[in-house]
Every structure is written in C-alpha cells, then in structure tokens.
C-alpha cells in the first residue's frame, strides 16, 4: 500500500515537474503581458489590458498578423493538395523507383530550415523573382509538403483499394475516385495534415524572415520590435500568436481526432 502511494506521488509529482518545465516560460510571458510598467520584469506591478489595447491598435502588427493568417492557410492548402495527389499516386501506382521518390519527398524535413531559405533566396535571385508574401509561401510549402506527405500516405492503407475498386467497377474515372472516393475517406488525416501546416507556417521566422521584403509576417514584425528591447508589448504579441497556435491545436483535436476515435 505504501509503495503505490509512493509510486503515485512520484508520478504526479515528474508529471507537475515536466509541464512546469514545458509551461512555465509561456506563463511567465503572459503574466508580464498584463505589466502595468514600462518593463516586462519583477515585480509584477499590477493588471492592466493596456498592452493589448496597443497590440490590436497598431497598423504594423495587425498587417503582419493578416499576413501571416494569409500565408500559413495559402501554404498548408497547397502543401496538402500536392501532399495528397503525390501520396495517391506513389500508394496506388506502380512508379518506377517508388522508392526513392518517397525519400526525396520527405528528405527536407531533415534540413535545417536555414539551408532550405539560403537555398530558395539564392533561387529566387537566379530567377529574378521579387521577394515578398509569395515567396514566403512558396517557402512554407517546401518545408510543409513533406509533412503532408507523410501523415497522408501513412493513412492510405489496403483495405481502402476495395472500395476504390468498386468504384472504378461502376464506372467512375479515375478522378473521381480519387476526389471523390479517396479524399472522404481520407479526410481526417488530410484535415490533420493541414492544421498542423497552418500551425507551423504561423511560427516559421527564417524562411519567413529571409524571403519577405516590404509586406512581413507576425514573427518578423516580433523579431524587428524586439530589436529595441523587451516590453509588455511584446509580450502581448507572444501571448496573442500563442493563444492562436493553442486554438489551432484545439481546433485539430476537437474536429479531427476526436471524430477519427468515434468512428
């Protein structure tokens, strides 16, 4: 009896010791956020939405958070649609080196993102192309189409060929199969797919930083304000983009995995 209440103890104890390593710097930050001072540091002085009034007041940041709703949902649309017609074809063909062209596919989530934002602006130079939102979101499909990929083609098993078969057999071409036979059925995981895209491409900073100009993204608009030092300010920007990254998360687990555990 006395070593299960220890060993239950210990446990609570690592699991408060674990999310308050995870949590505590977010806290922290959310905290500060509500300073009523010009500095984000002890002791606490007081609540105040002061900081939040500024946030959603300033043209700059409100821009760069329109920016970077625009180009995480563009980036994860494209990044899931050539994800899925690239796991359809390698799942359900015969192509030669299949292989291959599944390691190529999912090779850039092994490099750093810095490689992969010198690689696409050294690109991009070469091409004459101007850098802006556009190239950003190309940058963002690069490194989420991987992503996609994979959680796609990990869902696309044998005992969904049957029901494409049937399909086929009543006369359905095979574009239809595939959009309207296959993505249903795969739905879950492509919904999967594309909040985690969304949510990746709303944190990105370097490519993000690397392939803008003028028209910037939230990250970058952070990183420019952080420049001239922390202040509750800043702090509500973080506390707002991870409220956002948190909504998102929820959203993915309340629509797509609690729908995929019913069924």
């Known amino acids: 009896m006395i070593s299960s209440r220890l060993s239950k103890l210990a446990s609570w104890s690592y699991l408060i010791a674990l999310y308050g390593f995870i949590f505590l710097p977010v806290a922290v930050l959310v905290l500060f956020s509500f300073q009523d001072g010009r500095l984000p540091v002890p002791p606490f002085n007081g609540a105040t939405l002061k900081w939040y009034g500024e946030v959603f007041a300033d043209s700059r940041l409100m821009s760069a958070l329109t920016n970077s709703l625009m180009v995480a949902i563009g980036s994860a649309t494209v990044a899931c649609v050539l994800g899925f017609c690239a796991a ?135 990183w420019s304000m952080l420049r001239s030092g922390l202040n509750p300010k800043t702090n509500a920007v973080g506390s707002v983009v991870f409220l956002v990254s948190v909504a998102l998360l929820l959203i993915l687990e309340l629509i797509v995995f609690r729908r995929t555990a019913k069924k």
């Open 88 to 222: 359809y074809g390698l799942a359900r063909f015969v192509l030669p080196a299949s292989r291959l062209q599944r390691g190529l596919l999912i090779a850039p989530m092994t490099v750093s993102y810095l490689i992969i934002a010198l690689g696409l602006l050294t690109t991009f130079n070469w091409l004459g192309v101007s850098l802006s939102l556009w190239t950003v979101g190309i940058g963002h499909v690069v490194i989420n189409l991987p992503l996609c990929f994979a959680i796609i083609y990990a869902s696309m098993g044998d005992h969904q060929k049957n029901i494409e078969r049937a399909a086929r057999d009543l006369g359905a071409a095979e574009w239809q199969v595939m959009t309207q036979v296959s993505a249903p059925m795969l739905m879950p995981s492509i919904l999967a797919a594309f909040f985690l895209s969304v949510t990746f491409s709303w944190d990105e900073f370097i490519i993000a930083f690397l392939l803008s100009r003028f028209d910037v993204t939230l990250p970058v608009e952070i």
